[in-house]
């Protein structure tokens, strides 16, 4: 159907540009949580052995500190009776307060080489051991094995760390200590590449000569004997503040400084016990600043990660809590409805069926509607200015109690209107022209009028053409997302809607609400609405069947559903004034309205956002944590799914279409709404859009007449 009125057709695009900025912000923001929070510092391992044939001798023959800034290649070796203690690593928010502890409790200075990630996330730590005259060194970003990774790697992992040392301290260092090498001369030619590749950076590499091989927790007098220099030589010792439990570290610490003190030592830092000048020195502006905003950026993605996990657990919550009130209210349904209705009306019927450029469609249409069971009824069709010949063929039926009503175009509601001022009888049975009703459709739909209070009845929509995957994620959809709704609604008596496609009416509550209104896109729910609120029951009628023809492309499907969602928004708006009434307009609003905005639109709203946020876990977070989230809301959908057909008395075939549906529809629905909603909160008029039917309904074998 064509609306009558004129309507903007010019869509707003420019959500879509927000709608991608605002996902790609938050991928921006989750990749850089996620890569800062990753389990770094942490592995023991590095590259595979490689040969040496390039390193050079003097390197291997020299100290620990390795040279190339201050005039040719020097492997510089500590002052004798002279120690550095160096903690790799940190810092960490367990640990490394308490090496803090030892360390001013003794008066020793160290040098920390700390992981850039972990400076980001533990800031203060780190103006910590700067406050505490302590060294900064670079340990890398992520703890990558940089004899390992490529040389771009290598430069990233650096500038990342000079970055965050900048933001947080205002401070730049020119030492380093690579990752998975504690000693010069076990260099291999790739580490003796990124020592060359360092040193063009301005880095003079550190590495250590005693190792207290603390991270593979030995005891703590293994650690300090492991630790104690030879004889009187220097040595710097290799510790660490991180990556592990560090409470033997810690433990050791004191009695290693009591027996170096003992023994005569002094106690300085990795650049001073070699007679460099201080391996700090004051970031430049540029590097500050590029640090600090590298530093808010974090803070962001921080808050964002937290949102999404509060959010990801209401959601969870929401979807859990509306599956178990679906089932459990749809049982109480079924049992409800399980001997029928205590009468069925003889009343005649008047069946409007609302037709523009329908000719595929109108003559199955109308002859599956003669062939119904009920004993008095009338049938008309309703022709609303079509120029594909929709009228002529009904009249060419010639089929008894069929009517023809020819007017100019004006639209659906303009239709049905017509379609009950010409209709003689007080019950009134609404059909798309492209559905097909069985024999008992018509006589069951109208069955519960025989209750005074009920103004109408929502019969059970079924897709006809299931063939292919999207006829079968239709036909889910419409089995587990409509019925079982519809049952939900029934009993807590706020329906929302009774689809156009199959439904009846009692005049007198159309007369109330003064009949179709044409003021949303959606007239069958804003009637409904309309309904409810003034006091009248509507309810839902599983038995009362109709096979409609669904979407055949994703194209229609998207135009369709667009169509259903945005005049949804637009009923909803119009009607939340029910939210704040009594009685039953108050039920509608407190409980249908709030529902349909939950689920309807809210949900959909943040949908793609939580399934990228799941999509993050499996990357960055516990993968079978987040593998066992996802597969425990799917099995809700699974098993509210299989209950659904079960009621409905479907065959469970279709259902091996479920994952993919929820994979792929199930998305294209989500941008369905942000379409209709934004459209919608623009104030862009839409226009209606007419479906191509392709007449591939499949139904039960019907007779030919009544």
């Known amino acids: 159907m064509r609306r009558g009125r004129t309507a903007r057709e010019v869509l707003p695009r420019a959500h879509w540009v927000v709608l991608v900025a605002v996902l790609l912000t938050m991928a921006a923001a989750l990749l850089l949580y996620g890569y800062v929070r990753h389990d770094v510092g942490g592995s023991t391992t590095g590259h595979p052995a490689a040969g040496s044939d390039s390193v050079p001798e003097s390197l291997r023959e020299g100290g620990p500190v ?37 360390l001013a409790r003794r008066h020793v200075p160290a040098t920390f080489f700390v992981l850039g990630a972990h400076v980001l996330q533990y800031p203060d730590l780190v103006r910590q051991e700067v406050a505490a005259g302590h060294e900064i060194g670079a340990h890398t970003f992520t703890h990558a094995d940089l004899g390992g990774v490529p040389a771009w790697r290598q430069r990233l992992e650096l500038s990342q760390t000079e970055v965050a040392l900048a933001g947080t301290t205002g401070l730049a260092t020119s030492l380093l200590r690579p990752p998975y090498a504690s000693n010069s001369d076990s260099l291999d030619d790739k580490d003796w590449a990124v020592v060359r590749r360092s040193a063009a950076l301005g880095y003079v590499t550190v ?45 050791a610490l004191d009695e290693l400084i009591d027996r170096l003190q003992q023994r005569g030592y002094r106690f300085t830092t990795a650049s001073a016990a070699v007679g460099l000048s201080s391996g700090n020195a004051a970031a430049t502006p540029a590097q500050r600043w590029r640090g600090e905003a590298v530093l808010w950026a974090y803070r962001a993605s921080v808050a ?33 409805r399980r001997n029928g209705w205590a009468a069925t009306p003889s009343e005649p019927v008047s069946v409007v069926v609302p037709a523009y450029q329908e000719c595929e469609h109108i003559q199955a249409t109308v002859r599956a509607l003669a062939a119904s069971d009920h004993p008095e009824f009338e049938i008309l069709v309703v022709d609303d200015g079509s120029t594909d010949g929709t009228a002529d063929l009904v009249e060419e039926l010639n089929l008894p109690g069929v009517r023809v009503i020819r007017k100019p175009n004006g639209g659906k509601p303009s239709a049905l209107n017509t379609g009950i001022a010409h209709a003689r009888h007080d019950l009134l049975v609404f059909v798309d022209a492209d559905t097909v009703f069985q024999p008992d459709t018509i006589r069951r739909l109208v069955a519960p009028f025989a209750d005074p209070g009920i103004g109408a009845v929502s019969g059970n929509a079924k897709v006809g053409n299931r ?41 007198a509550a159309m007369d109330e609400v003064g009949g179709v209104s044409d003021d949303t896109l959606a007239e069958d729910t804003d009637v409904t609405l309309a309904l409810v609120g003034a006091g009248w029951r509507v309810v839902y009628e599983e038995r009362a069947v109709a096979w409609t023809e669904a979407p055949a492309s994703l194209g229609q499907l998207w135009k369709q559903r667009y169509r259903w969602c945005y005049g949804t928004v637009q009923a909803m708006w119009k009607h939340r004034g029910t939210i704040l009434r009594r009685g039953p307009a108050g039920r509608l609003g407190r409980r249908g309205l709030v529902f349909l905005g939950l689920f309807q639109v809210l949900l959909p709203l943040i949908a793609p956002v939580m399934d990228g946020y799941l999509l993050y876990g499996l990357v960055f977070l516990d993968p079978l944590r987040t593998a066992l989230v996802w597969s425990g809301l799917f099995l809700l959908q699974v098993l509210s799914a299989v209950y659904a057909f079960r009621l409905d008395a479907e065959r469970l075939r279709p259902l091996w279409t479920l994952p993919l549906q929820q994979i792929f529809y199930r998305q294209l629905m989500y941008l369905v709404v942000i379409q209709s909603v934004v459209t919608a909160v623009s104030g862009v008029r839409m226009g209606w859009h007419k479906l191509r039917r392709t007449n591939t309904v499949e139904v039960p074998d019907l007779p030919a007449g009544r």
């Open 304 to 336: 964002v990660s937290v949102a999404l996990q509060v959010l990801l657990s209401a959601v969870g919550v929401l979807m859990l809590g509306r599956v178990l009130l679906l089932v459990a209210i749809a049982r109480r349904h079924a049992r409800r």
């Open 207 to 251: 590495f250590a000569d005693r190792d207290g091989e603390d991270w593979a927790r030995p005891g703590v007098d293994q650690i300090v004997n492991n630790a104690m220099p030879q004889g009187d030589d220097g040595a710097i010792v290799l510790l660490h503040d991180a990556g592990g439990d560090r409470a033997q570290t810690v433990a």
């Open 66 to 102: 390795v040279d190339l800034q201050h005039g040719p290649l020097r492997a510089r070796k500590p002052s004798p009776r002279t120690v550095a203690l160096t903690f790799d690593d940190g810092p960490d928010p367990q640990w490394t307060p308490q090496v803090l502890q030892v």
């Open 467 to 507: 063939r292919g995957l999207l006829g079968r994620w239709q036909h889910i959809e419409y089995v587990v997302g409509f019925n079982l709704d519809r049952r939900t609604y029934d009993v807590l008596g706020c329906m929302p809607t009774v689809p156009g496609a199959v439904g009846a009416f009692r005049r």
